[in-house]
């Protein structure tokens, strides 16, 4: 069954989607701002309102909340990424209702108690410290700052431990009041779903919201540069990308191809003669990251400090001939990956509902599978050379390196692999 959208009055939109082979159903709220709407005084803001939506209302406590989803069953989350922010829940199809009251109490009642905002900084400042002491983590956000520097693109999802040891109530009063308007909304659901009566339910509690404040962004500007991080671990971690494309590219799809065929897998090129052949990693992989105006193409490898050389020069060689040779064998296999990978998510709840929401808010409407599919169909060896040339080494490299190496050797070594191209 296609989807359904509505709009209400205020702006809001309703996406669903029925799958009459569950019994239960996904929903959430995503709204359209997340880190990279932040200036620098107030980076981190997004990610700790998420965490404090949950931490008590005018009519719930925080364990009121907790015990009232898990009473039926269900469960409770939220995330924030550089463009979007989202809170959702999964319940049987008879709990629908007490779904949108929950997401709606902690939208628009949240009382943010001084007492539990000071805990929940602690909570935060916990998680900063945790993704420090996880170099394979840590080292995308030093590729992200030296891709983005000087711009909201390019800071830490989380804030700094001084930004968010020194946000009161009233930080975030003020920026939901901005940011947390109905045009920005999309309410997504996908399983067990009546359409009509989900509209019904979330008109009564989100239909009397006002305001649409104009939503600007500042351009993306890709930048490109080098961060090395000495520290004492056992491995390497390294990170090499370019200025790639935006979410509405034309090219997007050639992309994904390319990008499967390149990292994606473990017949993909990098995995086969990285590690298969050679052994110099454990994991290696390509990466994107796509925006409404620009995006990102990377290499992520993790090794030891006696084949970091080795290793840097097979990268090398493999992005300066990542367009050359190129076969309809590894290219309709890679296809088939993504393929597979898009109708395999058509069984889960969570993962319909999230596509829903999240091209709503981008694309205005959801795509449907059947289009994407024919998406892919249509791209062609000569497109994957295309993308391929039109990205690699293209821009300024982004490199990024977290371990234990001299940063003055290692700086030399990267400069002659990389930015000499």
Known sequence: MSAEVTVLENGIRIVSEFM????????GVWVDVGARDEDLRSNGISHLLEHMAFK????RTARCIAEQIEAVGGHLNAYTSREQTAYYAKVMRNDINLAVDILSDI?????FDSEELLREKSVVLQEIAQVQDTPDDQIFDFFQEVAYPNQALGRNILGSVKQVSGYERNNLLDYMEKNYTPGRMVISAAGAVNHDLLVSSIKS???????????SRIKANYVGGKKIVSRDLEQIHFTVGFDSLSIDDNDFYALQIFSTLLGGGMSSRLFQEVREQRGLAYSVFTFTSAYIDGGSFGVYV?????????LLTVLVAE?????ENITSKEVNRS????????????????SRCERLARQTLIFGQPISIKNMIEQLDRVSIDDIRRIADRIIFSSFPSTALLGPVNIQETSTLIQSSFESH
């Open 56 to 59: 008590g209302t005018t009519n």
């Open 205 to 215: 509690k989100f239909g009397h919201l006002k305001g649409c404040l104009p939503h």
């Open 335 to 350: 296809r088939a990956q993504l393929k597979s990978n898009l109708l395999m998510s058509l069984e889960s709840t969570s």
């Open 20 to 27: 009459d082979s569950v019994e239960t159903a996904s929903l």
């Open 302 to 310: 993790g090794t030891s400090k006696d084949k970091i050389n080795e």
């Open 319 to 323: 992005l300066s001939s990542c367009s």
């Open 107 to 111: 939208l628009l009642n949240s009382t």
